[in-house]
């Protein structure tokens, strides 16, 4: 029987991060959606669900990200996200 790889959270998230940054479609993708399950955190942080009929992404935005936006998410908006 082979083994399977353990990989620990760091690995993945680096794994994950060169994905983003190197891949041509995820490096500049825009996703549509609902914004649900939105939390402002005391930390800046904006945490949110963008979902449509047929799936859902659980997001962050970072404090420095979040201090330039022109509005308030709120649940329930339509958004393009980056």
Same mark, same amino acid.
């Given at each position: ?9 760091g ?7 060169? +994905?983003?940054?190197?891949? *041509?479609i ?7 959606? $609902?914004?649900? &399950?939105?939390k ?16 859902? +992404?659980?997001?962050?935005? *970072? ?7 022109p509005? $308030?998410?709120? &649940?329930?908006m ?5």
């Amino acid at each position: 029987m082979i083994e399977p790889k353990i990989f620990t959270v760091g690995q993945i998230n680096r794994y994950i991060r060169n +994905l983003l940054e190197n891949d *041509f479609i995820l490096s500049s993708l825009l996703v549509k959606g $609902e914004i649900s &399950n939105f939390k402002a955190h005391s930390s800046g942080h904006l945490y949110f669900t963008l979902k449509d009929a047929s799936g859902a +992404l659980s997001c962050v935005m *970072f404090r420095q990200d979040a201090a330039g936006l022109p509005f $308030e998410p709120e &649940n329930g908006m339509q958004v393009v996200v980056y």
